[in-house]
């Protein structure tokens, strides 16, 4: 059945599916995709965005957020949170579902990958430096670009009118892109608390051989973090846009 929590839900996981798969594919021991570096994850995180985004559309989501942030954020604008209540919960058990699946793809490779840090990155996000303000700011500045560029893409003040609704997804995926190749390599821009706490919840569950800590201490700068980048891009969209 197609409603909205559904098309959250399914075009969530395919997001985490394929954007944990990429980093999956990079990271972890004996893949073909080993060591190919930063540049294929970012790639493969936007690829995951196009395809989250069509499959969220196709079954029931009309925003195909795929991200709190991106739901508090309009919700911000609007005034209205009738859709937080519905779109963040089918969010974060899509993002759980999603990493559940990149496990089970990657199944014999978890045991072959010694360094436990690896393992979490193919599920989470993680900070090249620890430094919880500087993270803190990466996580909310990340937001801010993703959810106010989103807005000013499909605002209608441009020279040229608003764009095809059929070329909005290509142009989100092309922005997600820009901002791992920009942005990414302070905190590897979770930018969306779904995208990061539900695969975090699902490394501390799943039988992971050898995986060592989740990591929860630094859990909470991917969830606060941008859902503050989203009030911000909420007000500065309805100051600017």
């Known amino acids: 059945m197609a409603t909205p929590f559904v098309g959250e839900m399914l075009g969530t996981a395919v997001l985490i599916l394929l954007g944990n798969g990429a980093v999956a594919n990079v990271v972890l021991t004996e893949t073909k995709g080993h060591n190919a570096g930063w540049v294929v994850i970012a790639a493969g995180w936007a690829m995951a965005v196009l395809c989250g985004v069509f499959t969220a559309l196709a079954t029931g989501s009309p925003d195909a957020h795929l991200n709190p942030a991106t739901t508090l954020a309009f919700a911000v604008v609007t005034n209205d949170y009738s859709k937080v209540t519905t779109y963040v919960p089918a969010q974060f058990l899509g993002a759980f579902i999603g990493a559940i699946l990149v496990w089970l793809q990657y199944l014999p490779h978890w045991e072959r990958t010694k360094d436990q840090g690896m393992k979490l990155a193919a599920f989470c996000t993680g900070p090249a430096i620890r430094n919880a303000r500087a993270n803190l700011i990466s996580e909310i500045v990340g937001t801010i670009v993703l959810v106010f560029v989103i807005a000013a893409m499909f605002s209608k003040q441009g020279a040229n009118g ?26 590897g821009f979770a930018i969306n608390p779904a995208r990061d706490l539900g695969p975090r919840i699902a490394h501390a569950i799943l039988p992971i051989s050898g995986k060592g800590s989740s990591d929860f201490a630094y859990s909470w700068i991917p969830v606060v973090g941008p859902l503050m980048g989203a009030c911000i891009a909420g007000g500065l969209i309805k100051a600017f846009i």
């Open 162 to 187: 608003p764009i095809s609704p059929g070329l909005g997804p290509y142009l989100v995926a092309m922005l997600v892109w820009g901002i791992g190749l920009s942005l990414g390599g302070t905190t």
